[in-house]
């Protein structure tokens, strides 16, 4: 039997969403790494990795071995029983960046054949893959960088799984919405700070930003607003055996607004609960 403190993450993800780089990452923080495992013997794997000395293992599980995901489900359920400490984890991006992707590295995506173009191959590996989307900690990469990347992956090792975690993610609406958001929250009715020339170059970290924002009636009253529905639901998700929930706060560049109500949102819930802040554009520092 594996010992309780055996740690497993199965890695899954669309084909090149950055599963590659995700489990460099891992390798990097001491797990062993197995590529492209079947799923009917992920149990028997991992039990004998546990009985060779490996307490910390990652798998990568996704659409090559398509004719085995039916049974993924069972096959977990299996390594349950075992007593192991299995973690989710899913990549994602947008279609459109999953496909400019493939072009520039002029690879072809391994569910494509004469009959399905890249589009088509896409959309069926959402659907194979519809089991990791709704039960995995999930990730965004369609903005991301590679270090970006790396450190998302990094804070999801870190999370203590027994605790439900909050993920609190800001983002710009011109640069479309997060895949992985559970909850998506539009700040643009808010004061914006772009307007004032001074304002302008910082972001919802800086202090006259802050204080700007902290002295508009509306942002007291849309904050106010957006933790009493979290502090009402939240407790619903605990009940519901989630892990992770993440809450997405959009304005227009993803600079000043939602930095600033991530970040607060952040504030309130850290002393009750696991948080972590993500800010998507890159010209605002994690």
Excluded at 138 to 153: E, G, K, M, P
Excluded at 214 to 236: A, C, D, M, N
């Amino acid at each position: 039997m594996a010992h309780k403190s055996q740690q497993v993450i199965l890695l899954s993800g669309l084909s090149g969403a950055g599963k590659s780089v995700a489990l460099r990452v891992l390798e990097d923080l001491g797990y062993f790494c197995i590529d492209n495992l079947p799923s009917p013997i992920l149990p028997q794997t991992v039990a004998l990795l546990d009985e060779d000395g490996y307490p910390k293992v990652a798998i990568a599980v996704d659409s090559r071995s398509a004719h085995n995901l039916a049974g993924f489900p069972d096959y977990l359920s299996a390594m349950l029983e075992l007593k192991i400490d299995v973690r989710l984890l899913f990549l994602e991006a947008t279609d459109e960046v999953l496909i400019k992707r493939f072009s520039e590295t002029r690879r072809s995506h391994p569910m494509a054949g004469e009959n399905l173009t890249v589009s088509e191959a896409i959309a069926l590996e959402r659907e194979l893959l519809e089991y990791f989307l709704i039960n995995a900690y999930r990730i965004d990469t369609s903005s991301l960088s590679a270090n970006q990347l790396r450190a998302s992956v990094r804070d999801f090792v870190g999370l203590d799984r027994a605790r439900l975690t909050l993920v609190f993610e800001s983002f710009g609406f011109k640069h479309g919405i997060p895949l992985d958001a559970d909850f998506v929250f539009d700040a643009r009715c808010l004061p914006n700070p772009h307007y004032d020339p001074e304002l302008r170059p910082l972001t919802g970290k800086d202090a006259p930003v802050i204080d700007y924002l902290k002295r508009q009636e509306s942002v007291g009253r849309y904050l106010t607003h957006l933790i009493g529905f979290l502090e009402h639901w939240i407790p619903e998700f605990d009940r519901d055996h989630r892990n992770y929930v993440t809450v997405a706060i959009g304005c227009t560049g993803g600079q000043h607004r939602s930095v600033f109500l991530v970040e607060q949102l952040a504030k309130h819930f850290g002393n009750q609960r696991q948080v972590l802040i993500r800010h998507r554009e890159p010209h605002v520092k994690n």
